[in-house]
């Protein structure tokens, strides 16, 4: 029988060697994925997308190659690759390969014109008008809101709208007192001292709403007449008869008309609130005023502005350490991967939420219901509740909803 050499057996016959099939005799595959027979051995080769590596196939990492448009990311799979947009529209890639949000108000690729404000948000933006004014859409200017058409008008006498608010005006003769809505003025009256008709000095002129004035007629006393008798006609509202004299009435000392503090005036009187209240139409009572909605209170970052009775303060609303800050106030998000967006995946919103608690609510009485929504006003399915309790000492109990 012949001797052969590695790679090489007896023939049949016996006279002779022929070469063995490692890749078909062998019980296992000798290579990880294709074999090859060569004459006296054999030589393994990897599939499409591998690469040798000794005698082991190695995923190629197509990526590397930068084989996708530069508008795309690239997605490494085992043997291949993957091209997708890199993030949701309103987000960039960051440095890290995750995606964060554009703040199109910061970098002018908003859309809101004219007088409109932009307002950022994740993933996008809004366009809000000034207070007065009232939206069209986005990159239409804002209409003026015309409040002299109100009902009822806001003015006593007469309403002249201008840009964005209005203003009161009040006929020949009277001045628009303290409320910025009333009219009133002064005229001379007569009345008799020691026998003789004299004049008296400026007294207050009412204005009723059609803005004509209403003017007291005193009677014309003869002159050897008693001074004390009273006049025929009544004083007007504000004023007693005093030796046929219209004296001022002091309302502030009689009845208590205001809410809060009271100051006389000739013929009337003013109410007045504290600070960080406004006083109502009525002219009596007094609202508090929430400077945060209103003036556009603007507290430091990671913080959130919370109105309270009389003022306002300013509570620190923190993100987490894998949270960035997003476009409004109390509002975090976590950015999604590439991967996550690539997938329809969105941003992981957490959201402070502040609401003033009053004290002596009684068990089991309900007093708000939670609800959750994204920037864009979208109702979030999958939320989850955290109360945190404020002590009365810094403003009052709290709600923060993560």
């Known amino acids: ?66 084989v996708c448009p530069a508008n795309q990311q690239c997605r490494n799979t085992e043997g291949g690759y993957q091209c997708f947009d890199s993030c949701p529209a309103g987000m960039t890639t960051t440095e890290e390969g995750s995606c964060t949000d554009i703040d199109e108000c910061q970098d002018g690729s908003h859309m809101c014109r004219y007088s409109q404000i932009c307002q950022n948000t994740v993933g996008g933006y809004g366009c809000v008008c000034p207070r007065g004014y009232s939206s069209q859409g986005v990159g239409r200017p804002c209409l003026d809101i015309d409040e002299c058409l109100q009902n009822p008008s806001p003015c006593a006498h007469q309403c002249r709208n201008v840009p964005g608010s209005f203003r009161c005006l009040c006929p020949p003769g009277t001045v628009l007192l303290g409320d910025g809505r009333s009219c009133a003025g002064l005229e001379r009256g007569h009345t008799l001292r020691n026998g003789t008709r004299v004049r008296v000095p400026l007294r207050p002129q009412l204005v009723s709403t059609l803005g004509r004035p209403y003017l007291p007629r005193l009677a014309q006393v003869p002159e050897r007449q008693h001074s004390s008798r009273s006049p025929r006609h009544g004083c007007p509202a504000g004023y007693t008869s005093e030796d046929g004299t219209c004296v001022d009435i002091d309302e502030c000392a009689q009845r208590k008309p205001c809410q809060h503090e009271c100051r006389n005036t000739v013929g009337s009187y003013r109410c007045q609130c504290p600070p960080g209240y406004q006083l109502m139409p009525n002219g009596r009572t007094c609202k508090d005023i929430d400077e945060c909605a209103v003036q556009g209170v603007q507290c430091g970052l990671n913080q959130m502005c919370f109105n309270t009775r009389g003022g306002y303060q300013c509570l620190d609303t923190p993100c987490p350490a894998s949270y960035h800050r997003g476009g409004t106030p109390g509002t975090c998000y976590r950015p999604c991967s590439r991967l996550d967006c690539a997938a329809g995946g969105s941003p992981l919103l957490l959201q402070y939420k502040l609401l003033t608690l009053p004290l002596g609510i009684p068990s089991s009485h309900s007093v708000v219901r939670l609800s959750a929504f994204s920037e864009s006003g979208t109702l979030q399915e999958r939320t989850s509740f955290r109360l945190l309790e404020q002590s009365a000492e810094d403003g009052g109990p709290a709600l923060r909803r993560p």
């Not at 050499?5 to 016959?13: A, E, I, V």
């Not at 006279?15 to 005799?25: F, I, R």
């Not at 000794?54 to 190629?60: P, Q, S, W």
């Open 1 to 66: 029988m012949a001797r052969c050499g590695p790679g090489f057996k007896p023939s049949l016959s016996g006279t002779g060697c022929e070469d063995v099939d490692e890749c078909k005799e062998s019980a296992v595959s000798p290579c990880q994925h294709q074999c090859l027979n060569t004459l006296g051995s054999y030589r393994c080769a990897c599939h499409t997308g591998y690469q040798m590596s000794g005698h082991r196939c190695l995923d190629i990492n197509e990526c590397m190659r930068n």
